[in-house]
């Protein structure tokens, strides 16, 4: 079994970015792979497991590429003040 534990910290509003994007994915848990997050004050921990490397890589890709995201998203509107434009 594959086990890892990832603790984000930072201010409340973007822990609560990270939340949001992570928390609907959880609930495609598979009987291979899955995570659970447990926020707490100041941060946010992800708990992965998995049964082999194969679904581990895969639960980690799907975290780093959504919290690469919210990260981005989040820096840009901190940052300039603005947001990314809609496409039409």
């Known amino acids: 079994m594959f086990q ?4 984000i910290k930072g201010k409340k ?3 609560e970015a990270f939340k949001a994007a992570l928390e609907p994915e959880q609930n495609f848990e ?3 792979a899955g995570y659970k ?3 707490s004050k100041g941060k946010l921990t992800i708990n ?3 049964d082999d490397a194969t679904s581990f890589r895969a639960v980690n890709s799907t975290l780093t590429g959504l919290m690469s995201i919210v990260w981005k998203v989040w820096k840009l509107k901190n940052e300039t003040g603005t947001t990314p434009r ?3």
């Open 13 to 15: 509003e973007l822990l």
């Open 86 to 88: 809609k496409t039409k």
């Open 30 to 32: 598979t009987k291979r």
């Open 37 to 39: 997050i447990t926020p």
């Open 4 to 7: 890892s534990k990832i603790e």
């Open 48 to 50: 992965i497991r998995a």
